[in-house]
């Protein structure tokens, strides 16, 4: 009640961090994905959800690479909606100026 929100718990942590890493690696894979093990890996041995948190931009890089910058935006937001509720709130997104 007080702002200090109720953390998920590790089934739930787990289960979401697993899903999570499911739909980067899917990404990863799509054609020409290939010459981005270095992320792949990353992301396939990353320890928890915050890492994961902080990969996003590595895949975005890769995917814009791949498919151009505002198909892969379009791929990261969907994945940044997975992070909802996984996250301490202080490493949610906050709504951004730049983006319409």
């Known amino acids: 009640m007080l702002g200090n929100p109720v953390l998920p ?3 739930v942590l787990e289960t979401g961090t697993e899903d999570i890493r499911e739909a980067m690696l899917a990404l990863l894979a799509e054609p020409g994905g290939r010459s981005f ?3 792949t890996r990353r ?4 320890q928890d959800v915050q890492a994961l948190w902080y990969l996003r931009g590595d895949v975005l890089a890769a995917l814009a690479t791949l498919h151009g910058e505002a198909t892969a935006r379009h ?3 969907r994945l940044t909606a997975m992070f909802q509720g996984l996250l301490p709130v202080s490493l949610n997104s906050r709504p951004s100026p730049l983006v319409s």
């Open 75 to 77: 791929k990261v937001q």
């Open 9 to 11: 718990s590790d089934s």
């Open 37 to 39: 093990a270095n992320v």
């Open 43 to 46: 992301v396939r041995y990353a």
